[in-house]
């Protein structure tokens, strides 16, 4: 195929070198903004006096006419083409002739292919940030059925102090909020233009590269054309964003896996979100959860990938940054797949509060409570954790609780011990007694849960 550098150049390039160059296998996915960019780029060049209006209209007309036919499959893409810039020109002039020529005027693809990734990301964000808030209003509507759904919670894995499901599940609430304000503040810096920089040096032309910002829905003009054409600290910072998120989602993921087995069953997914055996009949699997914890890996090889690609790469664009597309929408791709998927599994699992009480019960996870009591009662802290543990030693061997423990056992290990403690070792009272400003009690929860409504009603 003849080469728009056909003119500088006395041999045609190598059939490989073509391939091996090519980026429209990937990059065709931003036609859209590629066009949009360029219908903002001849309109300024029209204003501006650099072409004829006339030409200018005739340009926008085209251009839309081309995103319309690629949007129909009137227009294929043609999988020879070098980029995604080069095609929709090659298009434009191939339909309207010189005048097509002419949009290319004070501009790069470097410029184009910087502008185009911005755009396309600044939507897929805000596609991201819609699936999060949907993910924090299943998450909040769980908790809310939950506020009373008494849990051990664990460090180390071994059961340590009662919460409720609500509480636990609130903490990734916070997780997923924090991301929402990441990707939020990402947003807002990747949100300038870095159209009219041109190759790197500008241009001579009197653009109005605030009239394509404004055009473009961006906040303004970046400030030096050399960074403009050069960063990619917007698609770094996305790529963390997106790492953060899925590292939450992994190990919502892993608790989601633990939970469904038969030794926890805390939990029940829907058959439609579940997956059988090929060979044990008896099986359900979790195999979402799985792959949410898996493509975490993946996504944070895209982070590497973009943070090798980068490093030591001298000003101002190089080929080597053609790579970033690829490990970008992967990254993207997954991470929506992988927050749509969690919300309906989540969404739609059975919280089995029987099973999640009956733990909390044979853990003595009101040990601290007991310890608590005698200091309430005048007893240091360390005294009482010691009678405590001591209790606990008593109970193991004799296989019984803090619950069921007769009066005058307790009073055996302090005098301390009256009818009250039967109170301050129930879990349920255990749990609403903790009302210290974050903690599990009912009122705090509903306080939680007030503000996350609050922040998905805005
Ligand atoms: N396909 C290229 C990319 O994705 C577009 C910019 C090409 N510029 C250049 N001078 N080769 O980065």
């Not at 006395?10 to 960019?37: P, Q, T, Y």
């Not at 698609?235 to 997106?242: I, P, V």
């Not at 939450?248 to 439609?272: K, N, P, Q, T």
């Not at 090889?301 to 001298?314: E, I």
Request: hydrophobic share 40%.
């Amino acid at each position: 195929m003849a080469k728009m550098w056909d003119a500088r150049f006395s041999k045609a390039e190598n059939s490989r070198v073509n391939d091996f160059n090519s980026s429209i296998s990937f990059d065709s996915r931003m036609f859209r903004e590629d066009i949009d960019g360029s219908i903002a780029h001849a309109a300024m060049l029209g204003k501006c006096g650099i072409i004829d209006p006339a030409e200018s209209e005739k340009i926008i007309e085209a251009l839309r006419q081309i995103k319309a036919d690629i949007e129909s499959g009137a227009l294929p893409i043609d999988p020879e083409a070098e980029d995604i810039h080069m095609f929709v020109e090659e298009v434009l002039t191939a339909r309207i002739g010189d005048t097509g020529k002419r949009l290319h005027t004070a501009r790069s693809r470097n410029d184009q292919v910087a502008l185009d990734i911005r755009l396309y990301l600044r939507r897929e964000m805000d596609e991201i940030c819609a699936l999060l808030r949907g993910l924090l209003t299943v998450i909040a509507s769980k908790a809310e059925e939950n506020v009373h759904t008494v849990m051990a919670g664990y460090t180390h894995l071994q059961r340590a102090q009662p919460v409720t499901f609500a509480h636990y599940i609130l903490a990734y609430a916070q997780m997923f909020l924090r991301d929402l304000s990441r990707l939020t503040q990402t947003k807002a810096r990747m949100n300038l233009c870095p159209l009219g920089s041109g190759a790197l040096a500008s241009t001579t032309y009197p653009i109005d590269r605030h009239m394509t910002a404004a055009l473009l829905g961006f906040d303004g003009p970046m400030e030096n054309s050399i960074d403009g054409v050069s960063d990619r600290d917007s698609l770094l910072e996305l790529a963390f964003d997106l790492s953060v998120v899925m590292m939450h989602l992994s190990r919502f993921s892993e608790e989601m896996i633990l939970w469904c087995s038969s030794e926890f069953g805390f939990i029940e997914l829907d058959d439609a979100f579940s997956t059988g055996s090929s060979i044990m009949p008896q099986k359900k699997n979790p195999d979402i959860a799985e792959l949410v914890r898996g493509k975490t890996g993946r996504v944070y090889g895209d982070l590497t990938t973009l943070l090798t690609m980068m490093k030591g790469l001298p000003l101002a664009y190089t080929t080597d940054m053609q790579e970033d597309k690829e490990a970008i929408f992967d990254a993207v791709d997954n991470a929506k797949i992988c927050i749509e998927l969690f919300t309906s599994m989540l969404e739609t699992a059975t919280v089995r509060a029987d099973r999640l009480r009956k733990a909390a019960s044979g853990g003595f996870i009101n040990a601290t409570d007991c310890a608590d009591y005698l200091v309430k009662k005048g007893m240091p802290f360390r005294d009482a954790y010691k009678v405590s543990g001591r209790l606990v030693a008593y109970c193991i061997d004799n296989n019984t609780d803090f619950e069921s423990l007769p009066l005058e056992t307790y009073q055996t290990y302090s005098p301390l011990f009256a009818e009250d403690v039967y109170e301050a070792v129930n879990l349920e009272n255990c749990v609403n007694g903790r009302l210290a400003y974050g903690g599990p009690s009912e009122t705090s929860v509903k306080h939680q849960i007030g503000l996350i409504k609050e922040y998905l009603e805005k």
